[in-house]
T-cell receptor
Framework: NAGVTQTPKFQVLKTGQSMTLQCAQD?????MYWYRQDPGMGLRLIYY???????DKGEVPNGYNVSRLNKREFSLRLESAAPSQTSVYFC???????????FGSGTRLTVV | DAKTTQPTSMDCAEGRAANLPCNHS???????VYWYRQIHSQGPQYIIH???NNETNEMASLIITEDRKSSTLILPHATLRDTAVYYC?????????????FGSGTQLTVLP
């Protein structure tokens, strides 16, 4: 089925470790986004990519880097994980129309 | 983007209509109203959006007041599977990246 695919679904890291969260969409969308959601809270935008080759900071970019590898893929990297980065991470994409985002199923990350 | 205000929680009996209100008194003329829902920590799901006219799709209806300062999402025949957090968001941008800002939303509980 068409949509947004995130890997991995679950991950446990030790403080200071690094990892990359992967996201791919097959809807030919131009724009892609990374959000985090802490328990009991709404989603906060980390980074977004309006189109292939561009990336911009969102509300909470500190501690993260992103790469828009091609039109399909947008990765999020934690260089040195901290317990404060324990969260659920959602990737999303959107097209040229006025309709909404399509979200992935999330990556549940725990940093110990 | 304009700020929105939603009730923290609401209950609805199964089979009855669920009416979820949203205030967006500072909305600008070019801002759309979007509704999303999130079922138990899954990725948010787009429901509907509108600018000034009432809208209906297979999931819900959106009623926007004439002054556009508030709106109501209507689920005509709520089921247990509609239990979720519902987010009302206003955003002007389309075509290129739209930075949707998610607040805390309304927890809708559909009761048997």
């Amino acid at each position: 089925n068409a949509g947004v695919t995130q890997t991995p679904k679950f991950q446990v890291l030790k403080t200071g470790q690094s990892m990359t969260l992967q996201c791919a969409q097959d809807m030919n969308h131009n724009s892609m986004y990374w959000y985090r959601q802490d328990p009991g809270m709404g989603l906060r935008l980390i980074y977004y990519s309006a189109s292939e080759g561009t990336t911009d900071k969102g509300e909470v970019p500190n501690g993260y880097n992103v790469s828009r590898l091609n039109k399909r893929e947008f990765s999020l990297r934690l260089e040195s994980a901290a317990p404060s980065q324990t969260s659920v991470y959602f990737c999303a994409s959107s097209g040229q129309g006025k309709e909404g985002y399509t979200f992935g199923s999330g990556t549940r990350l725990t940093v110990v | 983007d304009a700020k929105t205000t939603q009730p923290t929680s609401m209950d609805c009996a199964e089979g009855r209509a669920a009416n979820l209100p949203c205030n967006h008194s500072t909305i600008s003329g070019n801002e759309y109203v979007y509704w999303y829902r999130q079922i138990h920590s899954q990725g948010p799901q787009y429901i509907i959006h509108g600018l000034k006219n009432n809208e209906t799709n297979e999931m819900a209806s959106l009623i926007i007041t004439e002054d556009r300062k508030s709106s109501t999402l209507i689920l005509p025949h709520a089921t247990l599977r509609d239990t979720a957090v519902y987010y009302c968001i206003v955003s002007a941008r389309w075509g290129s990246a739209r930075q949707l800002t998610f607040g805390s939303g309304t927890q809708l509980t559909v009761l048997p």
